[in-house]
């Protein structure tokens, strides 16, 4: 009963490999493949995304499309300053820095995102958890939450070439 109520943390995976280098990764062009899916968890939506990724005195840039299959085109571009415990994260539609902290092969980084619903702005705290399965391969998973509660989640897998 105990473990039902227990959360993971990002020291959960500092043994394992390979240990995911966000320098390294998040470097050069990278692709996405993913769906978002609404709080029961049915798939409302597929998307592709380009990422150029690059760094620039120890600041990674990310430079994000992304292509909806209702044809809908958005744009993000991150940038990740290192800190002393992870890196702070930043983009035009998170409010604040996020938090990104590295252990072993994962990343968990938390923010708030703000999205037009229904043609008004409305502000989603995202618990985004990365892990690399091998050098050309990461898997995401992002759990998107208003007044605590789950309102929808995001999995999506970056290949490098």
């Known amino acids: 009963m105990l473990s039902s109520c227990s959360t993971t943390a990002i020291d959960d995976y500092a043994s394992n490999q390979p240990r995911l280098d966000p320098q ?21 939506r597929y998307f592709n995304a380009s990422i150029k990724a690059y760094w620039k005195n120890g600041v990674g840039t990310l430079e994000e499309k992304f292509i909806f299959d209702d044809g809908e085109i958005q744009f993000r571009n991150w940038t990740l300053t290192p800190t002393a415990d ?3 994260a930043t983009a035009g539609d998170v409010i604040g820095a ?14 708030v995102l703000e999205i037009n619903y229904k043609g008004s702005p409305l502000q989603l705290k995202v618990d985004d958890w990365m892990w690399q399965v091998d050098s050309k391969t990461l ?16 999995q999506l897998v970056i290949v490098k070439p």
Do not use: C, P
């Open 24 to 44: 390294q990764f998040f470097n050069g062009n990278l692709s996405a493949h993913g769906v978002l899916k609404d709080r029961s968890g049915k798939v409302t």
């Open 98 to 111: 996020g938090k990104a902290q590295v252990s072993g092969n994962a990343m968990q980084l938390n923010y």
């Open 86 to 88: 992870g890196y702070a």
């Open 139 to 154: 898997l995401n998973e992002s759990t998107l939450r208003k007044w605590g509660f789950k309102v929808g989640s995001i």
